[in-house]
């Protein structure tokens, strides 16, 4: 069965960093453009950021300069690097595989970006 495990999530002061990751399992991990996607409270989902299955990679306007996607096939991991987080970062952050027409999603890491 595929899945996909977030991690790394808590509560962090503006201007502080958090590290998080996507553990994936159940799918040819390395062949898949993997994705972050957020949603803040009441709002839609919002992309962030992608890297390919070749490792290119992508941001939203929002976090370009900020935050850092990346990936480690031999351990079937994805990460993202979020530094000088801003309050409007608070939200839940789900990873999302893709490759032909499927896809998988975690179950999301809430972030909370308060004083």
């Known amino acids: 069965e595929a899945q996909l495990v977030e991690s790394g999530g808590g509560l962090v002061q503006p201007g502080g960093s958090l590290r998080l990751s996507c553990a994936a399992s159940?799918?040819?991990?390395?062949?898949?453009?993997m994705n972050w996607v957020r949603q803040a409270p009441g709002k839609g989902l919002e992309w962030v950021s992608a890297i390919t299955s070749d490792g290119v990679t992508n941001y939203a306007d929002s976090v370009k300069g900020r935050f850092t996607i990346s990936r480690d096939n031999t351990k079937n991991t994805m990460y993202l690097q979020m530094n000088a987080l801003k309050p409007e970062d608070t939200a839940i952050y789900y990873c999302n595989g893709v490759r032909m027409g499927r896809a998988y999603w975690g179950q999301g890491t809430q972030v909370t970006v308060s004083s």
């Open positions: 159940g799918f040819t991990f390395s062949s898949y453009a």
